[in-house]
């Protein structure tokens, strides 16, 4: 089991930055291949990043590519995502998950492939 809890959610004006983090409980944070995911109301969940196990292999969603970067810290079992140049279109509530059975230097972006679901992070984006 691993628990996930998000936070750094909150609300900024476009052009502005966030930096969201989940930090993880439980097993070795480091045998997971770990994604951000977010949905906005009315929409489905839609993928945003995702970061192999060792951190080596990246991910992105082609509407946050450039803006948006992913990283990890083992050693804390925390997770990032750090948010520049937002848009109103961002505004979602934001979700950090944990795939157990990926290979090594996977980074999944399907949500059916991630073991485990935070609770998520609100992230307001004004005009």
């Known amino acids: 089991q691993v628990h996930l809890v998000e936070s750094g959610g909150g609300l900024v004006q476009a052009g502005g930055s966030l930096r969201l983090s989940c930090a993880a409980s439980?097993?070795?944070?480091?045998?997971?291949?770990m994604g951000w995911f977010r949905q906005a109301p009315g929409k489905e969940r839609e993928f945003v990043a995702a970061?192999?196990?060792?951190?080596?292999?990246?991910a992105y969603a082609d509407s946050v590519k450039g803006r948006f970067t992913i990283s990890r810290d083992n050693a804390k079992k925390t997770l990032y995502l750090q948010m520049n140049s937002l848009k109103p279109e961002d505004t979602a509530r934001y979700y950090c998950?944990?795939?157990?059975?990926?290979?090594?230097?996977?980074?999944?972006?399907?949500?059916?492939?991630?073991?485990?679901w935070g609770q998520g992070t609100q992230v307001t984006v004004s005009s």
């Open positions: 998950a944990a795939d157990v059975v990926t290979h090594y230097y996977g980074a999944s972006d399907v949500a059916g492939e991630y073991d485990y």
């Open positions: 439980g097993r070795t944070f480091s045998s997971y291949a």
């Open positions: 970061l192999s196990r060792p951190g080596t292999n990246a």
